[in-house]
């Protein structure tokens, strides 16, 4: 399972409900979208919140129609669609909460696995960032051995906005930009 439990992919979750389940002579109520929620995502929530995720997604520009009937997934007139089998994604197997879990910032790029050390305290960001899909390794008296599989530019800035409680020793090419971007920030700090 690839963090689904986690709040903050809630909005792009029902997204790909009302893209899979919904056009304009099939509406979804808020409580088929919970149930579609928990079938496929594993995910609980209530109807206020799926109701505060279609109204962020409506702010965001997705063409989302809600009545009395439930909510569905307009078609836009000028949106230009690809056929299913030119997406490269659907054809090499896109799942939206693996995506969503290792593209933590939704920065695009590749997919690397990256072996980390954090201090124990962090249990709770790691799991808010990387939900379950993180493996400890290893326990020391208070740091962790993790491995983990992200987006490189995503980590990159994870790592530095939790650089004093972390230390990312693979992959190497990673470790040099964080490395480059320490170096270039301290620069800019050294001197009043």
């Given at each position: 399972m690839f963090a689904t439990g986690s709040?903050?992919?809630l909005n792009m979750l029902i997204l790909d409900i009302l893209e899979q389940y919904s056009d304009d002579d099939h509406h979804l109520t808020q409580q088929d979208i919970i149930r579609h929620l928990q079938a496929q995502y594993g995910m609980e929530c209530d109807r206020r919140s799926v109701k505060n995720n279609i109204d962020s997604l409506?702010?965001?520009?997705?063409?989302?129609?809600?009545n009395n009937k439930g909510a569905f997934l307009a078609e836009r007139k000028d949106a230009k669609r690809k056929?299913?089998?030119?997406?490269?994604?659907?054809?090499?197997?896109?799942f939206l909460p693996k995506h969503m879990?290792?593209?933590i910032y939704m920065l695009d790029g590749r997919t690397v696995h990256v072996c980390m050390v954090a201090?124990?305290?962090?249990?709770?960001?790691l799991t808010y960032w990387f939900g379950k899909d993180f493996i400890i390794r290893k326990e020391f008296e208070d740091e962790m051995l993790i491995d983990v599989n992200c987006n490189k530019a995503a980590m990159r800035f994870w790592a530095l906005?939790?650089?004093y409680y972390v230390e990312v020793l693979e992959p190497a090419e990673l470790r040099e930009?964080?490395?480059?971007s320490i170096a270039e920030m301290y620069e800019k700090y050294i001197t009043d």
């Open positions: 709040k903050k992919m409506k702010e965001l520009g997705y063409d989302i129609v809600t056929p299913v089998s030119l997406v490269t994604d659907l054809k090499n197997g896109f879990a290792e593209h201090k124990k305290h962090l249990m709770n960001e906005q939790y650089g930009e964080i490395r480059e």
